[in-house]
């Protein structure tokens, strides 16, 4: 049964980094396109960012782009999210998910959180001085 386990977070100034991590067992990578979501309290979560089933294929939703880089390892077993240049508003729990695609190239934005199989147990992310 496939796993999704995330490891980084914590506290943060305005304009610092962070890097969070999702090791994703259980699952053929090629199968599945990993995605990051956050959620602040009270809010739906949303959808921040994703990166394909296979190849180099990433998207970002507008609120982080150039900001957060996504990537996968070379056994493609764990995926990072890079966090450069945080702010306040980035502050809130960080989770990854899988949702089955395979051997795709591309990765698409999809917000619909019943389309993931698999999801991490979030880790908190706090900007602030």
């Known amino acids: 049964q496939g796993q999704l386990v995330q490891s980084g977070g914590g506290l943060v100034q305005p304009g610092g980094s962070l890097r969070l991590s999702c090791v994703v067992s259980?699952?053929?990578?090629?199968?599945?396109?990993v995605a990051w979501f956050r959620q602040d309290r009270g809010k739906e979560r949303e959808i921040i960012s994703c990166i394909s089933s296979s190849g180099p294929g990433t998207a970002y939703g507008d609120s982080v782009k150039g900001r957060f880089t996504v990537s996968r390892d070379s056994a493609g077993n764990t995926v990072y999210l890079q966090m450069n240049n945080l702010k306040p508003e980035d502050t809130s729990v960080y989770y990854c998910?899988?949702?089955?695609?395979?051997?795709?190239?591309?990765?698409?934005?999809?917000?619909?959180?019943?389309?993931?199989?698999?999801w991490g147990r979030g880790t908190q992310v706090t900007v602030s001085s």
């Open positions: 259980g699952l053929r990578s090629t199968d599945y396109i």
């Open positions: 998910a899988a949702r089955w695609a395979p051997n795709l190239t591309f990765c698409a934005m999809v917000p619909d959180q019943g389309r993931y199989g698999f």
